[in-house]
């Protein structure tokens, strides 16, 4: 006899629609968010999978230094502050003002930034590095 949960059930479910709700409002333009904490989520994921693209664009193109590291606060700020302001049109104040919004979770995403594009970038320029080095 196999007895089923349906309690885990009902909790996986509510789970689901949750964060199908949330991610309903992440792409829809002026969205009502009850909760602070779900649209700081959305930022924060938001701004990792950002990172990760930049990292793989910078690491293609070659960008090196300063420059690559400053671009990327750059636009991954400028990213988050206009998500925030033009497309949602959120309440600075409700969340403590625009410099806790957009400083949310950028230190992570600076570090999956470095990995990925110290990553691409030996991958696919490797024979130019080992030639700088060598001269």
Not at 22 to 36: D, L, M, Y
Not at 40 to 48: F, N, P, S
Not at 114 to 123: A, D, K, P, R, S
Request: charged letters at 20%; glycine letters at 6%; a negative charge.
């Amino acid at each position: 006899m196999v007895v089923k949960n349906t309690n885990s059930d009902k909790v996986s479910k509510t789970k689901q629609s949750h964060i199908a709700s949330v991610w309903n409002r992440a792409i829809k333009p002026n969205s009502e968010w009850a909760e602070k904490d779900d649209f700081l989520d959305v930022v924060y994921w938001a701004r990792q999978v950002l990172s990760i693209l930049i990292g793989i664009v910078m690491g293609l193109i070659p960008l090196k230094g300063f420059v690559a590291l400053a671009l990327f606060a750059l636009l991954n700020c400028g990213a988050v502050y206009l998500y925030s302001t033009s497309f949602q049109n959120i309440d600075e104040d409700a969340y403590g003002g625009m410099w806790e919004v957009v400083k949310e979770g950028f230190m992570t995403s600076f570090a999956c930034f470095l990995v990925t594009w110290i990553i691409f970038y030996t991958g696919v320029h490797f024979d130019s590095v080992v030639i700088e080095k060598s001269l």
